[in-house]
């Protein structure tokens, strides 16, 4: 029995996708619910594992192809043993040798062209549909014809190398823009002295590790921090939408994760309900899904405000950029050593900057300096964040 493979229900949000991984190829053996393809949207990767035990005897999109949701991209032989002959293999489109995928060589032989003659744009030179459907297209006027870049012969011993944009990165670069373009983006910053947190981290990091089976890390400080100053300035926690304003009354927080793919900003929800414990878990559990390409969209959903950590990569100062419709970001850096004047003397303490970029049109100079001193004042004094003052 022949099993179609189809790729998955795309969510709503998300047009199409595109092959990222065939982790098999025709002719290979398959297991039921082994990953067979992975199918990669501008937010999240898709698994497709094997119904069926058998062996895969058919691609129909190579890696890189473009696909619709319920679309048929390959084929899989249930029951079959690898190395032997399946009744069900497609029949060749010509004896020759035609570096396209089966769809795309019956194309070529339905339209009657010359493969040969027809110039691959896929990987490794593959043959696409686009190049077959550029091969019927009628010649452009010469006139028309955009003018080529001039091409820069590279001195010896210099290489290059191009590499396509994933989808992530490609939404990545359109929230980024778009984030510059449509909102009044401004940045204030302000300092901490990060000894408290540090000597209560010192003191009670094995006693909280043995308790909860996470360490204590700085982030479930931040959060909470975020919280309480939320809770002050709602304006913060709100978003625009056309002519109105959307106050949340809860607190769902947007953590920057790095992943090999890009960064993401999985969320955090009702923050206000959770121990430090409780944010330690989450945020390592969220972190794990990131690295594995396991984020789920609703992972990736929502979230009033964001925060990013890019001391964790040595950063001593930046104007990270507003998630948008959120109003706000905060950024953390680099916990460092440096002379500070106390009480008339000069003492070395570990500072840290803290950058909140907001947009002006709904956070004015007065809530957002407020909130930032909030934050400040509350790791300086982590009791506060127990006293709730």
């Known amino acids: 029995m022949t099993i179609e493979i189809v790729v998955p229900v795309l969510p709503?949000?998300?047009?199409?996708?595109?092959?990222?991984?065939?982790?098999?190829?025709?002719?290979?053996?398959?297991?039921?619910?082994?990953?067979?393809?992975?199918?990669?949207?501008?937010?999240?990767?898709?698994?497709v594992p094997a119904v069926e035990s058998g062996v895969l005897v058919e691609i129909l999109e190579e890696e890189g192809a473009t696909v619709l949701g319920q679309q048929v991209i390959?084929?899989?032989?249930?029951?079959?043993?690898?190395?032997?002959?399946?009744?069900?293999?497609?029949?060749?489109?010509?004896?020759?040798?035609?570096?396209?995928?089966?769809?795309?060589?019956?194309?070529?032989?339905?339209?009657?062209?010359?493969?040969?003659?027809?110039?691959?744009?896929?990987?490794?030179?593959?043959?696409?549909?686009?190049?077959?459907?550029?091969?019927?297209?009628?010649?452009?006027?010469a006139a028309k014809a955009p003018v080529a870049a001039p091409v820069v012969e590279l001195q010896p011993g210099r290489s290059e190398k191009r590499v396509a944009m994933t989808r992530l990165r490609k939404r990545i670069a359109e929230r980024l823009l778009e984030a510059k373009n449509s909102t009044a983006m401004l940045t204030t910053f302000n300092e901490i002295n990060m000894k408290p947190i540090m000597d209560i981290r010192k003191q009670y990091k094995d006693v909280f590790e043995e308790r909860h089976g996470i360490r204590l890390g700085f982030m479930s400080f931040y959060v909470k921090a975020v919280v309480e100053a939320l809770k002050r300035y709602p304006e913060v926690n709100a978003s625009i939408d056309g002519t109105d304003i959307v106050y949340h009354n809860y607190f769902d927080v947007s953590i920057a994760i790095s992943t090999p793919r890009g960064l993401v900003t999985p969320v955090l929800r009702d923050c206000d309900t959770m121990s430090l414990a409780d944010i330690e878990k989450?945020?390592?559990?969220?972190?794990?899904?990131?690295?594995?390409?396991?984020?789920?969209?609703?992972?990736?959903?929502?979230?009033?405000?964001?925060?990013?950590?890019?001391?964790?990569?040595?950063?001593?100062?930046?104007?990270?950029?507003?998630?948008?419709?959120?109003?706000?970001?905060?950024?953390?850096?680099?916990?460092?050593?440096?002379?500070?004047?106390?009480?008339?003397?000069?003492?070395?303490?570990?500072?840290?900057?803290?950058?909140?970029?907001?947009?002006?049109?709904?956070?004015?100079?007065?809530?957002?300096?407020?909130?930032?001193?909030?934050?400040?004042?509350?790791?300086?004094?982590?009791?506060?964040?127990?006293?709730?003052?």
Do not use: C
């Open 12 to 47: 709503e949000s998300v047009a199409d996708a595109a092959v990222a991984t065939w982790h098999k190829r025709p002719g290979d053996a398959v297991e039921r619910d082994e990953i067979i393809v992975e199918i990669e949207t501008d937010k999240v990767i898709l698994e």
């Open 74 to 141: 390959g084929r899989l032989k249930a029951g079959a043993v690898a190395g032997e002959e399946t009744k069900d293999k497609p029949a060749e489109v010509s004896e020759e040798t035609v570096d396209a995928s089966p769809a795309v060589r019956r194309l070529i032989a339905e339209k009657g062209l010359d493969a040969s003659k027809i110039a691959g744009t896929g990987k490794n030179g593959l043959i696409t549909k686009e190049d077959v459907e550029k091969a019927l297209a009628p010649a452009a006027p």
């Open 282 to 389: 989450n945020i390592r559990e969220l972190a794990l899904k990131g690295r594995d390409g396991k984020l789920s969209i609703e992972d990736l959903t929502g979230g009033n405000f964001t925060v990013t950590n890019g001391g964790v990569f040595g950063s001593l100062m930046s104007t990270p950029i507003i998630n948008p419709p959120q109003s706000a970001i905060l950024g953390m850096h680099k916990i460092q050593d440096r002379p500070m004047a106390v009480d008339g003397k000069v003492e070395i303490l570990p500072m840290m900057y803290l950058a909140l970029s907001y947009d002006h049109r709904l956070v004015d100079g007065k809530e957002s300096v407020g909130f930032l001193v909030t934050v400040k004042e509350l790791l300086e004094d982590p009791t506060r964040l127990l006293l709730d003052v």
